[in-house]
């Protein structure tokens, strides 16, 4: 028997009562992530939960591979792939979430600091949407800066393009040097201290062990 609880509870339910608790300075890291039931049973066998990673979306192939590669550089585990975590979400975000997932489960975990890489959630698009991660000039307007984007934005397609190699080509045939002020752009997202307190972070990890666990909640459908 596994030593956390397992319960069952309507979405509206199955996220905690009040204030959610995170914090993303701790030594040992408050992170929930909902689980196909297949992955839950797993773990439960197991003792340990790995990433799928045939099930990682293929549009966002390039996205990922740059935060596998950011993990195995500051982490101290080593893996295929990664289980996604929210370190800091709002209640209602989570049961929304909870909401269209029914049937699944959600996990409430403690997992220790150094075994997770947290990365800001909206500013990961960046990484995803393949562009640079571009920061507001002090005192810049908001159309100032727009305006500033989209001349960065045309410059990194133009680049693309003098090197010969079609827009939507895969991104491994990019520039060298642009690809590395991209992901050189990027590390921005993966600290903490260049945001605020009210911000979403998602974690990412090799791996989720038994044992990190605190409880276990079978959304009903």
């Known amino acids: 028997m596994p030593a956390f609880p397992i319960i069952k509870a309507r979405p509206a339910d199955a996220a905690p009562r009040g204030r959610m608790g995170y914090d993303i300075s701790a030594d040992r ?44 550089a500051r982490l101290p585990t080593a893996g295929d792939g990664a289980i996604w975590l929210w370190a800091q979400i709002r ?12 049937g699944e489960v959600l996990l409430t975990c403690r997992v220790p600091r150094k075994r997770v890489l947290l990365s800001h959630f909206g500013d990961w698009h960046s990484v995803l949407n393949r562009t640079p991660h571009v920061l507001e000039l002090p005192g810049e307007s908001d159309e100032d800066y727009g305006a500033r984007l989209d001349c960065i934005f045309d410059d990194v397609d133009a680049r693309i393009l003098a090197a010969g190699v079609p827009r939507d080509a ?27 307190r009210y911000e979403s972070w998602q974690a990412t990890v090799h791996c989720l062990r038994e044992d990190d666990v605190v409880e276990a909640v079978r959304i009903e459908r």
């Open 29 to 72: 890291l408050l992170l929930h992530t909902i689980q196909t039931e297949e992955a839950f049973e797993g773990l439960l066998s197991d003792g340990v939960l790995v990433p799928d990673i045939s099930r990682a979306e293929p549009l966002h192939a390039d996205a990922y591979d740059w935060m596998f590669r950011q993990m195995a």
């Open 91 to 102: 209640r209602r975000e989570l049961v929304e979430l909870c909401r269209l997932s029914s």
């Open 170 to 196: 895969g991104y491994r045939h990019w520039p060298v040097a642009l690809r590395t002020e991209l992901e050189q752009s990027w590390e921005f997202v993966l600290e903490p201290v260049n945001y605020g």
